[in-house]
Nanobody, 121 residues
Framework: QVQLVESGGGLVQPGGSLRLSCAASGSIFSINSMGWYRQAPGKERELVAVLTSGGSTRYADSVKGRFTVSRDNAKNTVYLQMNSLKPEDTTVYYC???????????????WGKGTLVTVSS
C-alpha cells in the first residue's frame, strides 16, 4: 500500500553533517505527520524529530539545535538535516509517516527499513 524509501545514511566524522531523505509512495490520500526515530542495539526506539501537516515540529532534547526536520509536500518526502554530529548519534534511523490511504478513512502508520548513520573518526 505505502512504501517509504530512505537514503542519505553513511559514515561521517564527528562535527560533520548528513542529510537523510525519506520518500513516501502509494495510495496516499493525505499525510498527517512524517518524521524520524532511531534505535541503538539493545535500546528502545526513540523519537528524533517529527513534523506534522500543520507545520509543528518536535525534537528529542539530544538533537535540538543540531537537527532540522523538513518536508516537501509535493514529493511526500521528509528530510532530516543533521549537523554537528556526535559519535553518540551513531545508530539506525527509521523514517515513519502517519497518513490516510485513498481507500480507508483511518490513519495508519508506516515505517521505513532504516538507514545506518555512523559518526566516527
Amino acid at each position: 500500500q505505502v512504501q517509504l524509501v530512505e537514503s542519505g545514511g553513511g559514515l561521517v566524522q564527528p562535527g560533520g553533517s548528513l542529510r537523510l531523505s525519506c520518500a513516501a509512495s502509494g495510495s496516499i490520500f493525505s499525510i498527517n505527520s512524517m518524521g524520524w526515530y532511531r534505535q541503538a542495539p539493545g535500546k528502545e526506539r526513540e523519537l528524533v524529530a517529527v513534523l506534522t501537516s500543520g507545520g509543528s515540529t518536535r525534537y528529542a532534547d539530544s538533537v535540538k539545535g543540531r537537527f532540522t526536520v523538513s518536508r516537501d509536500n509535493a514529493k511526500n518526502t521528509v528530510y532530516l538535516q543533521m549537523n554537528s554530529l556526535k559519535p553518540e548519534d551513531t545508530t539506525v534511523y527509521y523514517c515513519y509517516t502517519t497518513l490516510v490511504l485513498t481507500d480507508s478513512p483511518y490513519a495508519m502508520t508506516f515505517w521505513g527499513k532504516g538507514t545506518l548513520v555512523t559518526v566516527s573518526s
